[in-house]
C-alpha cells in the first residue's frame, strides 16, 4: 500500500492567542473585518465608525499571523493615508508594518509601469505629467490643428481634457461623453475627436503619461500579457481598496486583476459618501461589488464614535431618502445633545450675521476657531459671508488652493529636471526655452526639432538655429544641463544648481520673487528625500505638496482660523460645531440633478457626509429672499429637509433685537436673536 504524508497543518490563532488585546480595542463588527481570513468581503464603514482603525488593526493582524508584509497591498485614495496607517500600524505592532505595499492606484501602477514599461512600448524612464502639463499639452495639439481661433463654440482647452479624462475612466467613446454631458458641442465632434488623437499621439511620441494613462496602460499590461498579470498578482496574498466608493471603472478593473490569483480582496467604503462622480467615481462599484467576487462576506460597521445620537438621528434620516444604498443605521453610546437647528434667515446677508454671532459667542466661551466649520456646495455661497467675517474680524481660511508643484516658479525648475530624465518631453522643453529673453513658441518649436535628431541634446550650443541674441543665455544653460548630466551629484545638489541658474529668470519675472525664493529653498529642503531625479518626478506629480510660501503667507494668524469649505473638501474631516449654509432647492440639490434618481441620490448623500461632519453641533441654515440678475426672488428649503421632523431638527427664527433709544423709542440694532 502505498503511503502519502499529509503536512501537519498550522494551528489557526484565535484573538486570545495574539499579542495585540484586539477584542479589547475593537467592536464586535471590527473584530470580524480584521480577523476576515481569507475570500472577498466588503466592509460597509459609515461615517465615524472607525474605519482607518480597522484596516490599521487588520494590517497588523496579518502580519502578527506570519503573513509577509511584503505580501499585502493597501490602495488608499492619497500616499498620506497609507503612510500614516502602516506608521499607526507599526506602533501598534512593530516594524515589519512598514515593508507592507502602501499606496495610491496611479502610484502603484506607476511602480508596475516602470518594471514593464517596454512591454507597452514605452522607455523605462517615461515622465509623468500633472493636469497644468496635460492642458499645454491640449492647447498645443490645438493650436497645430489650427483650431485655437475656432468659433466660440469650440471647448476650451481645460473642457476637451474632461472629455478625454471622462472618455478613459467612464470606459466611454469620446461620441457617447460629447452627447450626454457636452451635446452643446456635438457638431464639433469630429474636431474634438482629432483633439483627442492628437493628445494621445502626443504623449506616445514624447514618452510622457498623465495620470489616467498610469490606470489605463496597466489594466492594458495586464489584460494583455497574462504572465505578468500571474506575476504581479500572485506578489500580494491580500489586497484591501480603502475608500473603495470613490473608485472608477479602471479603478474596480485593476482591483479585480490585482487580487486574481490568490482572490483574497477586502474592499472598504462606504456608500452613503459616494460624492465624487464628477471626477468619474462610480457609486456602482460598491453597489456590485457582492456581485462581482463570489461569496463575498458584507460586514458594516454603524458603531459611530464623532457625533452625538442628535446628529445621527438627522444622518440617518437623510439616509433613509435614498433610493440606491445599503441598508444601515448609525447609532452611538456618546452623551446626549442638542438638537440640529434649522435656522431660516430673512436674506443671505442675515444667515452671514448669524453665523458671525454665533461664532461669536462661541469664541467667548472659549472655543478655538478652528474647532467651527462653515460648509458649502460652492465656493460662490461664501462670498457674502467672507465679507461678514471680514467685517468682524473673524480671522478664516478657506479649504482650496494651489498645490505647491503649480506655482509657475516651482513648474520651472521642475522643467529643467524633466528635460535631464526625459530629453524628448516637448513641453517640458518648451517652458524651460521659453525663460531665456527672444525664444518664443515658434523658436522653441524650432529648438526642439532640432534637441530630437541631435545626439547630444544638450549640446544647446551647436544648434543652427541659435540666433546671436540669445546666444550667451543659451550656452549657459547648455553648460549646466551638460555638467548636471555628466557630474554624479545628488538630487539635492542638482535642483540647488538648477536653482541658482534660475534665480535671475525669477527675480526678472516676479515682483514678489522674494516670497518665490523662499519656495524654492524649500524646495532644495525637500528633494534631500529623494534618492533619484525620476523618483522625485513621480512622487510630486503623484502626491503633491499642499501649499505655497506665496499663498500661505498672507494667511498667518494670531488665533487658528475659522474654517470654511466646500463639503467634497471636507470629507474625512470633523469639527465640534458645523454650519451647512445655502441648504436650498437650486442648491443641494443641484437645479441640474432633479430629473435624475441617481443624481438625486448623490445630491442627498452629499448633504450626509456635511451633516457626519459635527460632533457636538449641527446648523442647516437657509435664505427666504435670495438674489438673482432678474432682482429678489422667494427659496425654497432643501426638499432634503423637509423629512426632518421637530423630534429630529428645531427650527430657528431670527428676529432683530429691539434696542430702547435714549429718547424713549424702540429702534432694530443689527444684532440677531435665535
Known amino acids: ?131 497644468s502639463d496635460s492642458l499645454e499639452v491640449i492647447q498645443f495639439v490645438r493650436t497645430s490643428l489650427n483650431l485655437h481661433k475656432k468659433n466660440k463654440r469650440f471647448p476650451n482647452k481645460s473642457t476637451l481634457l474632461n472629455m478625454i479624462s471622462t472618455s478613459v475612466n467612464k470606459h466611454l467613446d469620446i461620441r457617447v461623453v460629447v452627447l450626454e454631458e457636452y451635446p452643446q458641442f456635438y457638431e464639433q465632434i469630429e474636431k474634438i475627436e482629432e483633439v483627442a488623437k492628437g493628445y494621445t499621439e502626443y504623449k506616445e511620441k514624447n514618452f510622457v503619461m498623465d495620470f489616467d494613462d498610469l490606470l489605463i496602460k496597466t489594466k492594458q499590461l495586464l489584460e494583455q500579457h497574462s504572465d505578468i498579470r500571474i506575476k504581479v498578482a500572485s506578489s500580494h ?26 482572490n483574497n480582496i477586502m474592499a472598504v467604503g462606504d456608500d452613503a459618501q459616494s460624492i465624487y462622480s464628477f471626477r468619474g467615481a462610480d457609486h456602482q462599484n460598491i453597489m456590485e461589488f457582492p456581485g462581482l467576487f463570489d461569496q463575498t462576506k458584507v460586514i458594516k460597521l454603524e458603531e459611530n464614535y464623532r457625533s452625538t445620537p442628535q446628529v445621527l438621528e438627522a444622518a440617518n434620516n437623510l439616509l433613509k431618502q435614498a433610493t440606491f444604498k445599503f441598508d444601515k443605521k448609525l447609532f452611538s ?47 460662490r455661497d461664501s462670498y457674502d459671508l467672507e465679507v461678514e467675517l471680514n467685517r468682524k474680524n473673524i480671522p478664516f481660511v478657506k479649504y482650496g488652493g494651489q498645490k505647491f508643484t503649480e506655482a509657475a516658479h516651482i513648474k520651472d525648475v521642475l522643467a529643467h529636471v524633466r528635460v535631464l530624465v526625459n530629453p524628448m518631453d516637448t513641453i517640458a522643453w518648451n517652458r524651460v526655452l521659453m525663460l531665456i529673453d527672444g525664444i518664443g513658441p515658434k523658436t522653441a518649436q524650432d529648438l526642439f526639432e532640432w534637441i530630437r535628431l541631435a545626439k547630444n541634446p544638450y549640446d544647446l550650443g551647436m544648434a ?129 440633478s432633479v430629473d435624475d434618481p441617481e443624481q438625486l441620490d448623490e445630491e442627498l448623500r452629499l448633504l450626509y457626509v456635511a451633516t457626519t461632519r459635527a460632533r457636538d453641533m449641527l446648523y442647516y441654515t437657509y435664505p427666504m429672499l435670495a438674489q438673482s440678475v432678474y432682482g429678489d426672488y422667494f427659496t425654497n428649503p432643501s426638499r432634503f429637509l423637509k423629512q426632518l421632523d421637530n423630534n429630529i431638527a428645531e427650527e430657528w427664527q431670527l428676529e432683530e433685537e429691539r434696542v430702547e433709544s435714549i429718547s424713549g423709542s424702540t429702534t432694530n440694532e443689527n444684532l440677531l436673536n435665535s
Request: a negative charge; hydrophobic letters at 40%.
Open 1 to 131: 500500500m502505498k503511503k502519502f504524508i499529509l503536512k501537519k497543518e498550522e494551528p489557526k490563532l484565535r484573538p486570545e492567542d495574539y499579542s495585540i488585546p484586539y477584542s479589547d480595542l475593537l467592536n464586535n463588527e471590527q473584530l470580524k473585518a480584521v480577523f476576515f481570513d481569507k475570500g472577498a468581503a466588503l466592509v460597509i464603514a459609515g461615517a465615524g465608525t472607525g474605519k482607518t482603525r480597522t484596516l490599521i488593526y487588520r494590517v497588523a493582524r496579518l502580519v502578527e499571523s506570519g503573513v509577509d508584509p511584503s505580501e499585502i497591498l493597501l490602495l488608499t485614495f492619497t500616499r498620506r493615508a497609507a503612510t500614516e496607517m502602516l506608521n499607526r500600524a507599526s506602533t501598534v505592532l512593530d516594524d515589519r508594518c512598514q515593508k507592507v505595499k502602501g499606496g495610491t492606484f496611479h502610484y502603484y501602477c506607476s511602480q508596475i509601469l516602470h518594471r514593464f514599461a517596454q512591454k507597452i512600448g514605452f522607455p523605462d524612464n517615461f515622465t509623468i505629467i500633472d493636469t
Open 237 to 262: 496574498k491580500f489586497v484591501m481598496v480603502d475608500e473603495y466608493q470613490d473608485t472608477n471603472q479602471l479603478q474596480a478593473d485593476l482591483t479585480r486583476l490585482f487580487s486574481s490569483v490568490h
Open 333 to 379: 453610546t456618546n452623551e446626549e445633545g442638542e438638537l440640529p437647528a434649522l435656522v431660516q434667515a430673512p436674506s443671505e446677508h442675515d444667515q452671514s450675521r448669524f453665523i458671525s454671532q454665533v461664532v461669536l459667542q462661541l469664541r467667548e466661551q472659549n472655543m478655538e476657531l478652528n474647532e467651527i466649520a462653515v460648509l458649502f456646495r460652492n465656493g
Open 464 to 592: 543652427d538655429v541659435v540666433s546671436k541674441s540669445y546666444v550667451k543665455q543659451m550656452t549657459s544653460l547648455s553648460k549646466l544641463l551638460q555638467s548636471l548630466k555628466k557630474n554624479n551629484l545628488s538630487v539635492s545638489e542638482i535642483i540647488n544648481q538648477m536653482v541658482d541658474y534660475y534665480r535671475v529668470f525669477c527675480e526678472k519675472r516676479y515682483d514678489d520673487y522674494p516670497k518665490r525664493l523662499k519656495d524654492l529653498e524649500a524646495f532644495i529642503n525637500i528633494s534631500t528625500g529623494f534618492s533619484s531625479l525620476s523618483k522625485m518626478l513621480e512622487e510630486l506629480a503623484l502626491d503633491p505638496i499642499s501649499a505655497t510660501a506665496v499663498e500661505t503667507e498672507e494667511k498667518d494668524h494670531e488665533e487658528a482660523p475659522l474654517i470654511l469649505s466646500t463639503i467634497h473638501s471636507a470629507k474625512g474631516l470633523e469639527w465640534k460645531h458645523v454650519f451647512i449654509i445655502q441648504c436650498l432647492d437650486g442648491i443641494i440639490p443641484s437645479a441640474y
